[in-house]
T-cell receptor, first 110, second 114 residues
Framework: RKEVEQDPGPFNVPEGATVAFNCTYS??????FFWYRQDCRKEPKLLMS???SGNEDGRFTAQLNRASQYISLLIRDSKLSDSATYLC???????????FGQGTTLQVKP | DGGITQSPKYLFRKEGQNVTLSCEQN?????MYWYRQDPGQGLRLIYY???????QKGDIAEGYSVSREKKESFPLTVTSAQKNPTAFYLC?????????????FGEGSRLTVL
């Protein structure tokens, strides 16, 4: 089993839709979680950190469920510019290394 | 503007040749990293360095080598021993160790073996 798993998609949604991605992790001792965004053939960029209490940044909401060992990203009112691959990142509590998921691809259609 | 510069952006290599990818940062970051990304896969750590003149192997170090003679520079050599070197290579840096979670990436180098 991979340490960090994501549904690769693609998720095809119309503009204005609400879409959610989940990411599961296997190490229950993991402490830090993040979402990165990667545009096609570009480098990843930090989208948001994921806090235990959940956090929101505009149309984006990140949640952590420790009991079930998953994090989620919710995007409301999708824009064409949201089309990208979203990478889930978990910091290993054992090594401190960042473990990347394979990414979930979102395509927002007009 | 501060940032990370990778070069070349695109590189073609014949089998059996070594190639070196450059990574330079002017962010005054202590830690630097090299990742490899294959289509449909997440990033995999090749090597990382937390301080000058020191570096550690990541998860897929075989067939690669690095050096960290200066804080600003962390070049990666893809040797002929790397069996499947065609990939997208990303250099990154941050202030301390990976615990912080925020990495700053260069634009990447796309290596194709002919």
């Amino acid at each position: 089993r991979k340490e960090v798993e994501q549904d690769p998609g693609p998720f095809n949604v119309p503009e204005g839709a609400t879409v959610a991605f989940n990411c599961t992790y296997s190490n229950s001792a993991s402490q830090s979680f993040f979402w990165y965004r990667q545009d096609c053939r570009k480098e990843p960029k930090l989208l948001m950190s994921v806090y235990s209490s959940g956090n929101e940044d505009g149309r984006f909401t990140a949640q952590l469920n420790r009991a079930s060992q998953y994090i989620s990203l919710l995007i409301r009112d999708s824009k064409l510019s949201d089309s990208a691959t979203y990478l889930c990142v978990v910091v290993s509590s054992n090594t401190g290394k960042l473990i990347f998921g394979q990414g979930t691809t979102l395509q927002v259609k007009p | 503007d501060g940032g990370i510069t990778q070069s070349p952006k695109y590189l073609f290599r014949k089998e059996g040749q070594n190639v070196t990818l450059s990574c330079e940062q002017n962010l005054n970051h202590d830690a630097m990293y090299w990742y490899r990304q294959d289509p449909g896969q997440g990033l995999r750590l090749i090597y990382y360095s937390q301080i000058v003149n020191d570096f550690q192997k990541g998860d897929i170090a075989e067939g690669y080598s690095v050096s960290r003679e200066k804080k600003e520079s962390f070049p990666l050599t893809v040797t002929s021993a790397q069996k499947n070197p065609t990939a997208f290579y990303l250099c990154a840096s941050n202030l301390r160790t990976q615990y912080t979670g925020e990495l700053f990436f260069g634009e990447g180098s796309r290596l194709t073996v002919l």
